[in-house]
């Protein structure tokens, strides 16, 4: 592995930003009671929110794996954020109304409420699995393989501690108000610090990616032929929404920063200001990925593009800033899983158990659970790169778990005949046929493309629950009360919208949002 090194005042920027990052977070948190401490007391307003969820979707699967990918098969990747771009639409304007009208605290809470409790323990508990042994794991591990390439004697399980402990340190203490408040900071050093890398990689190999442009070149494309690798055109339309829906619509760790804004407009707004920014990535991780073909040719692994840039392009000084932006995506990324997975704890398994613990002991279960999942995936980290194929195995079974998650979802939200019963039939089948995919995926769709499977799995759901629930008992009115989209609800709020200034207008800026998604898949087709 190559290795890089950085001047004293770089190491002391980097230093320095974590220091202020810990301090910050542990000014801004609240634990006085359980709404406060999970949900920020929902008090934050759009602005924040959509910093803040940009900031926990920058993951260093984005920024490392994306301009991997951008490096690898050209701007195709930048598909995923552009189609979940218009999935944060359809988020806005018939998902989240009900999930701020039924108050919950979790996003399996509202299977709950939808349908019933099994379907929530089975929910929750695949989220917490996937959060602390992937998830939170995998960025302590990113972080750990990218301090190493500045300190390569440095141990890894020292660096792993070193950063669980960060992340900990603020976010234990504080609940959500602390992991939102870093997140607002993280969020304007990583946009800041990804504008200056763009810079540098223009400067230096703007002629490569205007002549690709020029050349009509198939790695500036984002509509690719069906028989593409990456990303053939109809998955775009068939596989990417569906995954697009689960990741921003179904994901605790996304959807608990939009639960804590002050009010469903403001939650609303705030998801449509992530999409804005989201489409920035474009400009601030995938081309400068491409434009690294030029730059760094012959690269053993993909992977190692955005820290190569960051080591490689930046001056002394700046390169500190970019260290500290993309630290600033792990440690988000990993104080956004700790609390979410505690909330998903506490909320969903132990207050069922102990229904009579108060506002104050829910804090501390949670406290307590953030602990044990930080330490589990500390332990879990450094047997990352030993048990590779394992994790792959794990993270493919999660992706075929998704469909039917979704399903279950789409189908509660928008069908009043289908019950708990359906729906919990529908997840396990779901779960059976992802655990055959692991082994016969082959046997059963030859080599097809993935983001051409997830169709089949998420109709086959579809037909499960629906089917199911024909034979069993409709839903009572109180399981459909504030769970389900009213299309008399939807018109109300069309009048009402008329007498709001243009700008005000959450469904107005919605279209824009579309009009620019639509704008670059055409240039860029």
């Given at each position: 592995?190559?290795?890089?090194?950085?001047?004293?005042?770089?190491?002391?920027?980097?230093?320095i930003?974590?220091?202020?990052?810990?301090?910050?977070g542990?000014?801004?948190?609240?634990?006085?009671?359980?709404?406060?401490?999970?949900?920020?007391?929902?008090?934050?307003?759009?602005?924040?929110?959509?910093?803040?969820?940009?900031?926990?979707?920058?993951?260093?699967?984005?920024?490392?794996?994306?301009?991997?990918?951008?490096?690898?098969?050209?701007l195709?990747?930048?598909?995923?954020?552009?189609?979940?771009t218009?999935?944060?639409?359809?988020?806005?304007?018939?998902?989240?109304?009900?999930?701020?009208?039924s108050?919950?605290?979790?996003?399996?809470?509202?299977?709950?409420?939808?349908f019933?409790?099994?379907?929530?323990?089975?929910?929750?508990?695949?989220?917490?699995?996937?959060?602390?042994?992937?998830?939170?794991?995998?960025?302590?591990?990113?972080?750990?393989?990218?301090?190493?390439?500045?300190?390569?004697?440095?141990?890894?399980?020292?660096?792993?501690?070193?950063?669980?402990?960060?992340?900990?340190?603020?976010?234990?203490?504080?609940?959500?108000?602390?992991?939102?408040?870093?997140?607002?900071?993280?969020a304007?050093?990583?946009?800041?610090?990804?504008?200056?890398?763009?810079?540098?990689?223009?400067?230096?190999?703007?002629?490569?990616?205007?002549?690709?442009?020029?050349?009509?070149?198939?790695?500036?494309?984002?509509?690719?032929?069906?028989?593409?690798?990456?990303?053939?055109?109809?998955?775009?339309?068939?596989?990417?929404?569906?995954?697009?829906?689960?990741?921003?619509?179904?994901?605790?760790?996304?959807?608990?920063?939009?639960?804590?804004?002050?009010?469903?407009?403001?939650?609303?707004?705030?998801?449509?200001f992530?999409?804005?920014?989201?489409?920035?990535?474009?400009?601030?991780?995938?081309?400068?990925?491409?434009?690294?073909?030029?730059?760094?040719?012959?690269?053993?692994?993909?992977?190692?593009?955005?820290?190569?840039?960051?080591?490689?392009?930046?001056?002394?000084?700046?390169?500190?800033?970019?260290?500290?932006?993309?630290?600033?995506?792990?440690?988000?990324?990993?104080?956004?899983?700790?609390?979410?997975?505690?909330?998903?704890?506490?909320?969903?398994?132990?207050?069922?158990?102990?229904?009579?613990?108060?506002?104050?002991?829910?804090?501390?279960?949670?406290?307590?659970?953030?602990?044990?999942?930080?330490?589990l995936?500390?332990?879990?980290?450094p047997?990352?790169?030993?048990?590779?194929?394992?994790?792959?195995?794990?993270?493919?079974?999660?992706s075929?778990?998704?469909?039917?998650?979704?399903?279950?979802?789409?189908?509660?939200?928008?069908?009043?005949?289908?019950?708990?019963?359906?729906?919990?039939?529908?997840?396990?089948?779901?779960?059976?046929?992802?655990?055959?995919?692991?082994?016969?995926?082959?046997?059963?769709?030859?080599?097809?493309?993935?983001?051409?499977?997830?169709?089949?799995?998420?109709?086959?759901?579809?037909?499960?629950?629906?089917?199911?629930?024909?034979?069993?008992?409709?839903?009572?009115?109180?399981?459909?009360?504030?769970?389900?989209?009213?299309?008399?609800?939807?018109?109300?709020?069309?009048?009402?919208?008329?007498?709001?200034?243009?700008?005000?207008?959450?469904?107005?800026?919605?279209?824009i949002?579309?009009?620019?998604?639509?704008?670059?898949?055409i240039?860029?087709?």
């Amino acid at each position: 592995m190559s290795t890089f090194s950085i001047g004293i005042i770089d190491f002391i920027i980097v230093i320095i930003y974590l220091a202020f990052i810990i301090w910050w977070g542990l000014k801004k948190g609240n634990s006085s009671d359980s709404k406060s401490y999970f949900l920020a007391g929902r008090s934050m307003p759009w602005w924040i929110v959509g910093l803040s969820l940009f900031a926990a979707s920058i993951s260093s699967t984005t920024l490392i794996g994306q301009s991997g990918d951008a490096y690898d098969t050209g701007l195709a990747v930048f598909n995923y954020n552009l189609t979940g771009t218009v999935v944060m639409v359809f988020f806005a304007l018939f998902l989240l109304p009900l999930y701020i009208k039924s108050n919950i605290f979790t996003i399996p809470e509202f299977l709950e409420k939808r349908f019933d409790v099994r379907s929530r323990y089975y929910f929750s508990g695949i989220c917490i699995i996937g959060n602390v042994f992937l998830d939170a794991a995998g960025a302590l591990y990113a972080a750990a393989l990218i301090i190493k390439l500045v300190f390569p004697h440095v141990d890894i399980h020292l660096i792993i501690f070193i950063f669980a402990l960060i992340a900990a340190s603020y976010a234990i203490p504080g609940g959500l108000s602390s992991v939102i408040n870093t997140e607002l900071i993280q969020a304007i050093v990583l946009i800041i610090g990804s504008i200056l890398l763009t810079y540098m990689c223009f400067q230096q190999g703007s002629d490569y990616f205007f002549n690709l442009l020029k050349g009509d070149d198939i790695l500036v494309k984002l509509i690719r032929p069906l028989t593409d690798t990456a990303t053939p055109w109809l998955g775009l339309i068939v596989g990417m929404p569906i995954l697009g829906i689960y990741f921003w619509a179904n994901n605790q760790t996304m959807v608990q920063r939009v639960l804590s804004a002050k009010s469903l407009d403001e939650g609303r707004k705030g998801v449509l200001f992530t999409g804005f920014l989201t489409l920035t990535t474009l400009f601030i991780i995938a081309i400068p990925g491409l434009i690294s073909r030029s730059l760094f040719p012959g690269l053993e692994k993909p992977d190692m593009v955005y820290p190569t840039m960051i080591l490689k392009l930046m001056p002394i000084g700046l390169l500190g800033v970019l260290l500290a932006a993309l630290l600033s995506a792990l440690t988000a990324t990993l104080s956004a899983i700790l609390n979410s997975t505690a909330t998903l704890f506490t909320m969903d398994f132990y207050s069922k158990y102990n229904k009579t613990a108060d506002s104050k002991k829910l804090v501390r279960v949670g406290k307590f659970a953030s602990f044990v999942v930080i330490l589990l995936a500390a332990l879990w980290a450094p047997q990352i790169g030993k048990f590779g194929s394992l994790l792959k195995y794990y993270q493919e079974m999660l992706s075929y778990i998704a469909p039917p998650i979704v399903a279950a979802f789409l189908i509660g939200i928008f069908n009043k005949r289908v019950n708990g019963t359906g729906a919990f039939v529908g997840l396990m089948s779901g779960l059976a046929i992802a655990v055959l995919m692991i082994f016969f995926k082959t046997a059963i769709f030859g080599h097809l493309h993935f983001l051409l499977i997830v169709p089949f799995l998420f109709v086959f759901s579809l037909l499960v629950i629906y089917c199911t629930s024909l034979f069993f008992p409709k839903p009572s009115a109180l399981k459909l009360a504030d769970t389900t989209f009213s299309m008399v609800d939807f018109n109300q709020e069309t009048r009402m919208l008329k007498s709001v200034r243009w700008y005000s207008n959450y469904r107005i800026w919605a279209a824009i949002l579309l009009v620019c998604c639509s704008v670059i898949w055409i240039y860029f087709s």
